[in-house]
């Protein structure tokens, strides 16, 4: 079973930069779009951004300008680039991946989650 293993989170101060980075722990056999979504406590899970395979980005409207996401195909990694960082940006912060297994289905993997904290 191919785990998601995140790593990058912690505490910051206001205005302040993170960067998470997400590998798997195995191999997948088709990755389709890599992402990163998070949970603020008691609120639902939320999409933050997406990179497909061409490179086609998509980022939630509260992180434009702010956030950046890049991928390493080679490594199967993906990052998340945190800048200007805001009270409002604390959640949980999780990895994910949509793929496929060599007989063409799709996977939806995620990560246990890493947590963002950020507070003065």
């Known amino acids: 079973q191919v785990q998601l293993v995140e790593s990058g989170g912690g505490l910051v101060q206001p205005g302040g930069s993170l960067r998470l980075s997400c590998a798997p722990s195995?191999?997948?056999?088709?990755?389709?779009?890599m992402g990163w979504y998070r949970q603020a406590p008691g609120k639902q899970r939320e999409l933050v951004a997406t990179?497909?395979?061409?490179?086609?980005?998509n980022y939630a409207d509260s992180v434009k300008g702010r956030f950046t996401i890049s991928r390493d195909n080679a490594k199967n990694t993906v990052h998340l680039q945190m800048n200007s960082l805001k009270p409002e940006d604390t959640a949980v912060y999780f990895c994910y991946i949509h793929g496929s297994v060599y007989n063409g289905s799709r996977v939806n993997y995620w990560g246990r989650g890493t947590q963002v904290t950020v507070s003065s």
């Open positions: 990179i497909a395979n061409g490179g086609d980005t």
């Open positions: 195995g191999s997948i056999f088709s990755i389709y779009i």
